[in-house]
C-alpha cells in the first residue's frame, strides 16, 4: 500500500514541487544564518520548504514532512550543491 502511495503521480508532482522550492529555501537559509551551521540551515531550509506548499497541502505539512523527509533532505543537499556551482562561477568582483 505505501509502496503504492509512493509510486503515485500525486505524490511525484509533490516530489517535483519540493525540487523546484529546495534552491530558494537555501538561498533563504543561506542568507538568513551565513556560513557554518549546516544542520540549521538544512531544517529552516525543510521548514521553508514545507511553508511553501500549497494551501490544501498545509493540513498534511507533518505527515508530507515526516514521509517525505529522505527526499526532502536529498532536494536540499541537491540545492546547496547547485548553489555552490552557480557561486563558483560568478565573477570576484560581485
Do not use: W
Not at 36 to 54: H, M, R, S, V
Not at 61 to 80: Q, T
Request: net charge positive; with cysteine; aromatic share 6%.
Amino acid at each position: 500500500m505505501l509502496k503504492k502511495l509512493i509510486n503515485s503521480k500525486a505524490c511525484e508532482k509533490i516530489k517535483e514541487l519540493l525540487k523546484r522550492l529546495s534552491l530558494p529555501a537555501v538561498i533563504y537559509a543561506e542568507n538568513l544564518v551565513g556560513k557554518g551551521f549546516g544542520e540549521t540551515k538544512k531544517q529552516i531550509a525543510i521548514d521553508f520548504i514545507i511553508n511553501k506548499l500549497p494551501s490544501f497541502l498545509l493540513p498534511f505539512k507533518g505527515i508530507i514532512k515526516n514521509l517525505l523527509s529522505d527526499i526532502l533532505d536529498f532536494a536540499v543537499e541537491l540545492a546547496v550543491e547547485k548553489l555552490h556551482s552557480i557561486q563558483q562561477k560568478l565573477p570576484d568582483i560581485i
